[in-house]
């Protein structure tokens, strides 16, 4: 007789709200697994922290304060806002992500700890909850941040504090800061006006080639203010003589940046004015310092010029000394500043920042007369 095979029975288990279907033979049920009536820990989590947008994930994903002492001192702080949930959750998130930032200094803590909790507490009301996670969408500081018509400065402030506490968050949505690739250069100092007279006196003796070279660098360094690239640009052309209502000619020099003319200097000094305005009629629309063939000169016409000073025991210096001794000259005169800015260019007054010792010391006394006398003249 042929042997007859049990059919398989299908049966369906429900297990967390789910059908599972299974197939197997005539054989005793299997016993249930004692976990599965065990709820979820997670999904059954409603402590105030899980019952947002984001639900349990957000609890799991809360920044760990591993530095209590940090944390207290932010949380110390408080806005001008009324006394309410919001503003001590606020404060309370904003402490969180900034703890997870770089500690500068605890004035930049302070600062960056009001203004964040100020925006996660203006966020928070708009939206009934102080959520962090949905509050430092890099969107949504954006459009705060256009919204609030800020002005360039402050912009600028409040965006780096929140796309510092952002990239906690959402560093794949921020720019990460570009980082310093070397350390700023020294300041150089200024050549001493004694150099000075030493290297015209010098110049006075060498062949007429070099003479020449070393006379018009210091003419437009030290009269002028050029920069080495400036010089090398320079044509002839670029000087033109004006003459004053005393009869007197100066030459004015028309010095070029990035393709535009960046600002006028007149030469005052009288024996300067004239070499240069002689020497721009001789080269007429070509430069200044041309090469033999008569075209632009070479970048290392000026350093090939202090090497051959250097080479035969004269004292040597750079344009960038020359340049700044001519600042410190101008910033000790009585001009005005509107006409030292119009001058000596935007840079003045940052180049200025690193040479505040070669700048003359007043007294409290002469501040005061010098203020009561530009009151006068107003």
């Given at each position: 007789m042929p042997i007859q095979l049990a059919q398989p029975q299908l049966r369906i288990h429900?297990?967390?709200?789910?059908?599972?279907?299974g197939r197997h033979?005539?054989?005793?049920?299997?016993q249930p697994d004692p976990s599965d009536d065990q709820p979820d820990p997670v999904l059954a989590a409603h402590d105030a922290d899980s019952l947002n947008d984001h639900g349990p994930q957000h609890a799991r994903n809360r920044q760990v304060i591993d530095d209590p002492e940090r944390f207290a001192y932010l949380t110390s702080f408080s806005i001008k806002k009324p006394a309410s949930a919001y503003r001590d959750a606020a404060v309370e998130e904003a402490a969180r992500l900034w703890?997870?930032?770089?500690?500068?200094?605890?004035?930049r803590d302070?600062?960056?700890l009001k203004f964040l909790a100020n925006y996660l507490y203006s966020n928070g009301l708009y939206w009934g909850n102080v959520d962090p996670r949905r509050a430092m969408r890099r969107a949504a500081v954006d459009g705060w941040i256009e919204d609030g018509n800020f002005a360039a400065t402050s912009a600028r402030t409040y965006r780096a504090v929140l796309y510092q506490a952002g990239r906690v968050l959402y560093p794949s949505e921020y720019p990460r800061p570009l980082d310093k690739t070397a350390p700023r250069a020294r300041p150089t100092a200024p050549a001493s006006p004694e150099l000075v007279r030493e290297l015209y006196a010098i110049a006075a003796g060498?062949?007429?080639?070099?003479?020449?070279?070393?006379q018009f660098i210091l003419d437009l360094t030290t009269q002028a203010g050029l920069r080495a690239p400036e010089i090398l640009d320079l044509r002839g052309s670029d000087i033109t003589p004006l003459i004053l209502h005393s009869g007197e000619t100066v030459a004015v020099v028309r010095i070029h940046r990035r393709g535009v003319v960046d600002r006028l200097f007149p030469v005052v000094c009288p024996v300067r004015s004239k070499r240069l305005l002689d020497r721009a009629r001789d080269v007429g629309r070509g430069h200044m310092?041309?090469?033999?063939?008569?075209g632009r000169p070479e970048k290392y016409t000026i350093g090939n010029t202090f090497s051959y000073l250097k080479e035969r025991g004269f004292p040597v210096t750079t344009v960038n000394a020359l340049r700044n001794r001519w600042l410190v000259d101008m910033a000790a005169t009585t001009l005005p500043t509107a006409a030292l800015a119009r001058l000596c260019g935007p840079s003045l007054f940052r180049s200025l920042a690193y040479q505040m010792?070669?700048?003359?010391?007043?007294?409290?006394?002469?501040?005061?007369?010098?203020?009561?006398?530009?009151?006068?003249?107003?």
């Open positions: 429900i297990r967390e709200g789910v059908a599972v279907v033979g005539a054989m005793s049920a299997a703890l997870c930032t770089e500690r500068k200094s605890a004035k302070e600062d960056a060498l062949p007429q080639g070099s003479r020449l070279r070393l310092l041309p090469t033999p063939a008569g010792d070669e700048l003359p010391i007043y007294e409290a006394d002469e501040l005061a007369s010098m203020l009561v006398a530009a009151r006068r003249t107003r």
